[in-house]
């Protein structure tokens, strides 16, 4: 059988391939871009769009929560800095 561990990876791994490229085109609706205003602060010279972040918090979350040991103070503390960031980006 399966360690936790490699469980909880696979379907991490999964999870961001799937929502990644779903959250990206939700982004683009929106208009939720960093656009590269100044080129000295930016690597990139095309906007991106926001969101990647939120699927790498969905799937850290819900590995977390199938196959974590009473995460749930870790589980508050993810939610509160993503909320900040997401925050930020918007």
Do not use: E, Q
């Not at 360690?3 to 609706?29: E, M, R």
């Not at 000295?40 to 990647?52: A, N, Q, T």
């Not at 918090?57 to 199938?66: D, N, W």
């Amino acid at each position: 059988m399966l360690s936790k561990t490699l469980c909880s990876f696979i379907l991490s791994f999964l999870v961001v391939s799937v929502l990644t490229p779903l959250f990206g085109k939700i982004a683009v609706k929106l208009g939720i871009f960093d656009r590269p205003d100044d080129p000295s602060l930016k690597i990139h010279r095309k906007p991106i769009p926001y969101l990647g972040g939120a699927s790498i918090f969905v799937a850290l979350i819900l590995s977390t929560y199938l196959f974590g040991d009473a995460a749930y103070p870790f589980l508050a503390a993810m939610t509160l800095i993503f909320l900040l960031g997401l925050i930020d980006d918007i």
